[in-house]
């Protein structure tokens, strides 16, 4: 899937490239508020369509809009103190406007990204949106995404990541794309790289922290989804 830019696009990535993007939030534009996640504050806010409607009700201030532009509140964009700029895209196109804005984050190199979602609605979306962290174009990139109660991140081959979460809460690890081939410490019932975990496979499913919690990926990528008990 290719996302396609516009002159207007590159003018707003040229308006922040001076300012601090270390840490980006997007506030996806689902049908369910958001919470405010555990992690340290934004320096920049994207807001996915309505989402610019969940990030005014979590009190964030909005540095750009970008969507269609067709679930917003837009007496409320017009009315905002902030005045935050404005990308606007066709109904018709490509890629969703998640991904865009994704893509537009992913260009200014920030340390991380967190992706704010409520979760709910349609199920496609649901999934499309889980699924896009683990894209080949961003499975590299710092990202996480807190959907509802949940968090997500992925884990490339080679890559070892230390699960900081309360001991009781429940994990959850998806394959993408070939046989993952993993280990993990400090769970309840941990996996070993000498068993595949295939893409579909319910192996990985509903696991809960008991110790210092690890995964090492040797083969493979995976979804790696953290839920509160």
């Known amino acids: 899937m290719r996302v396609m830019w516009g002159l207007l696009t590159y003018l707003h990535l040229n308006s922040f490239r001076t300012?601090?993007?270390s840490c980006i939030w997007i506030v996806d534009g689902g049908?369910?508020?958001?919470?405010?996640?555990?992690?340290?504050?934004?320096?920049?806010?994207l807001a996915v369509d309505r989402g610019f409607d969940h990030a005014k009700a979590l009190n964030l201030s909005v540095d750009l809009v970008i969507g269609?532009?067709?679930?917003?509140?837009e007496v409320a964009l017009r009315q905002s103190s902030t005045k935050p700029l404005?990308?606007?895209?066709?109904?018709?196109k490509d890629a969703s406007d998640l991904e865009h804005?994704?893509?537009f984050a992913s260009i200014l190199q920030p340390k991380r990204i967190e992706i704010l979602s409520g979760g709910n609605g349609r199920l496609d979306h649901l999934i499309i949106s889980s699924l896009l962290i683990a894209n080949s174009d961003y499975l590299d990139l710092p990202i996480t995404a807190h959907v509802a109660a949940s968090k997500l991140?992925?884990?490339?081959?080679?890559e070892m990541r230390t699960i900081n979460e309360p001991l009781g809460n429940l994990v959850s690890i998806i394959t993408i794309g070939v046989d993952l081939r993993c280990a993990t410490k400090g769970l309840r019932w941990n996996l070993t790289d000498d068993t595949p975990v295939r893409p579909g496979s319910?192996?990985?499913?509903?696991n809960e922290i008991i110790?210092?919690?690890?995964?090492?990926?040797s083969r493979g990528s995976a979804i790696v989804i953290v839920t509160a008990a």
């Open 211 to 217: 110790g210092d919690a690890s995964i090492q990926v």
């Open 86 to 92: 404005i990308e606007s895209l066709p109904t018709d």
């Open 101 to 103: 804005a994704l893509r």
């Open 31 to 45: 049908p369910s508020l958001p919470v405010i996640p555990d992690c340290p504050m934004p320096s920049l806010v």
């Open 19 to 21: 300012s601090d993007c």
């Open 202 to 206: 319910s192996r990985g499913l509903s």
């Open 68 to 73: 269609d532009l067709d679930s917003i509140d």
């Open 153 to 158: 991140f992925t884990v490339s081959p080679g």
